[in-house]
């Protein structure tokens, strides 16, 4: 019920090549949605998050695309660059508070030139 | 732009031993986390912190462990013994208030346990 689930674990992508991450949850208690980029020996950072309220949320080449009967939301990186290659973590939170975020596993990306 | 820092990066320690983590929260904020990340697996959610009292914790977060806020700036997680399977990067994580969205999170403390 408290699980994130990721797919897939790692993704190789052509420079200028679109990567596409995809996470499914259960608990509909969740209605905060964050994506975090993560470089080696560097903390989470957030890249980009959606509420349930809407269907798509874009920020540069980053897209967030929420589908709520589903269950399901992905991040879509548009004209993917070396620079994008990092672990990519989905996550999930109750809107209660401060509750704590449930991370997915992670999906590692490498662009390749 | 305001972070959150840790210290030490690295703290290797024998087993059985106990070891203090440190984190300094953005200055503003007010609620705050630690999450742990075993090698190669997901970011685990520890213990949350507001108004100097646990607000949160989860089933890893057992005896062995503690939090504190000693001043107005330092967080601290301490692991009273340590044991091998707590080595991980654990990572300090912070919100400006109540029902506020983003944590930030800090750099990490790497823990090796030998």
């Known amino acids: 019920q408290q699980q994130v689930k990721q797919s897939p674990q790692s993704l190789i992508v052509q420079k200028g090549g679109i990567s596409i991450i995809n996470c499914a949850y259960e608990n509909t208690a969740f209605d905060y949605f964050p994506w975090y980029q993560q470089f080696p020996g560097k903390g989470p950072a957030l890249l980009i998050a959606i509420r349930p309220d809407v269907s798509e949320k874009k920020e540069g080449r980053f897209t967030i695309s929420f589908n709520k009967s589903a269950k399901q939301f992905s991040l879509h990186i548009m004209d993917s660059q070396p620079g994008d290659s990092a672990t990519y973590f989905c996550a999930a939170r109750a809107y209660s508070g401060n509750t704590p975020l449930v991370f997915g596993k992670g999906t590692r990306l490498s662009v390749i030139a | 732009e305001p972070e959150v820092t840790q210290t030490p990066s690295h703290q290797v320690t024998q087993m059985g031993q106990e070891v203090i983590l440190r984190c300094v929260p953005i200055s503003n904020h007010l609620y705050f986390y630690w999450y742990r990340q075993i090698l190669g697996q997901k970011v685990e959610f520890l213990v949350s912190f507001y108004n100097n009292e646990i607000s949160e914790k989860s089933e890893i977060f057992d005896d062995q462990f503690s939090v504190e806020r000693p001043d107005g700036s330092n967080f601290t997680l301490k692991i009273r013994s340590t044991k091998l399977e707590d080595s991980a990067m654990y990572f300090c994580?912070?919100?400006?208030?109540?029902?506020?969205?983003?944590?930030?999170f800090g750099p990490g403390t790497r823990l090796t346990v030998l």
């Open positions: 994580a912070s919100t400006e208030g109540l029902n506020t969205d983003t944590q930030y």
